[in-house]
């Protein structure tokens, strides 16, 4: 199965056919985000400058849950009644590897 992703107004974004995961600590539920929108991200905020350790504060917020700081290696395949909670929230991204 494709992962689809289309672009809405503002740079909102609605996914389809994504496989969502939750974090094992909290279950706050995220997608693995594209190397590709990685890439556009990246593009998006070279404008700023960043500092190494800012820098290393945008990559580090792609590793672990936004909610509690758990590593992606904790994360699971989000069941339903982590689905049903998300009903009402952001979903937000992990990167899973470099590739």
């Given at each position: 199965?494709?992962a689809?992703?289309?672009?809405l107004?503002?740079?909102?974004?609605?996914?389809?056919?994504?496989?969502?995961?939750?974090?094992?600590?909290?279950?706050?539920?995220?997608?693995?985000?594209?190397?590709q929108?990685?890439?556009?991200n990246?593009?998006r905020l070279?404008?700023?400058?960043?500092?190494?350790?800012?820098?290393?504060?945008?990559?580090?917020?792609?590793?672990?849950?936004?909610?509690?700081?758990?590593?992606?290696?904790?994360?699971r395949?989000a069941?339903k009644?982590?689905?049903?909670?998300?009903?009402s929230h952001?979903?937000?991204p992990?990167?899973?590897?470099?590739?």
């Amino acid at each position: 199965m494709d992962a689809e992703t289309e672009t809405l107004g503002k740079g909102s974004v609605y996914l389809r056919d994504r496989k969502l995961l939750a974090c094992g600590a909290c279950g706050w539920v995220h997608y693995p985000m594209t190397f590709q929108e990685k890439l556009t991200n990246d593009r998006r905020l070279a404008r700023y400058n960043l500092t190494p350790a800012e820098q290393l504060a945008y990559q580090s917020a792609y590793r672990q849950c936004l909610r509690c700081e758990a590593p992606v290696g904790e994360f699971r395949a989000a069941e339903k009644r982590d689905l049903a909670r998300a009903a009402s929230h952001l979903v937000t991204p992990v990167m899973i590897d470099n590739s």
